[in-house]
Nanobody
């Protein structure tokens, strides 16, 4: 099982950037696809981005394409979400998760708050 801890959130002005990190522990990290999700107040949690176990394949929600980049370092057991051109609508708690068992997301951390001011 993978345990996850997110960090890197904060307050930023619209148009700014933040870099979120997800530190993972557990032997299955390097063989697990990983994802970032977010949940804004009063809204359902939604998918943001995902990356395959090797890092060779990525997938993004339409609303972040061209602005966010997901990457991973299996040697360091970390997954990163680089967020550029941030908008107030990006304000949410951001979570990372492991795609394990296949078809499910697990290992949810406590999340990290991202607040974008206009």
């Amino acid at each position: 099982q993978v345990q996850l801890v997110e960090s890197g959130g904060g307050l930023v002005q619209a148009g700014g950037s933040l870099r979120l990190s997800c530190a993972a522990s557990g032997r299955t990290f390097s063989t697990s696809a990983m994802g970032w999700f977010r949940q804004a107040p009063g809204k359902e949690r939604e998918f943001v981005a995902a990356i395959s176990w090797s890092g060779g394949d990525t997938n993004y929600a339409d609303f972040v394409k061209g602005r966010f980049t997901i990457s991973r370092d299996n040697a360091k057991n970390t997954v990163t979400l680089q967020m550029n051109s941030l908008k107030p609508d990006d304000t949410a708690v951001y979570y990372c998760a492991a795609h394990r068992p296949p078809g499910t997301w697990s290992g949810w951390g406590q999340g990290t708050q991202v607040t974008v001011s206009s």
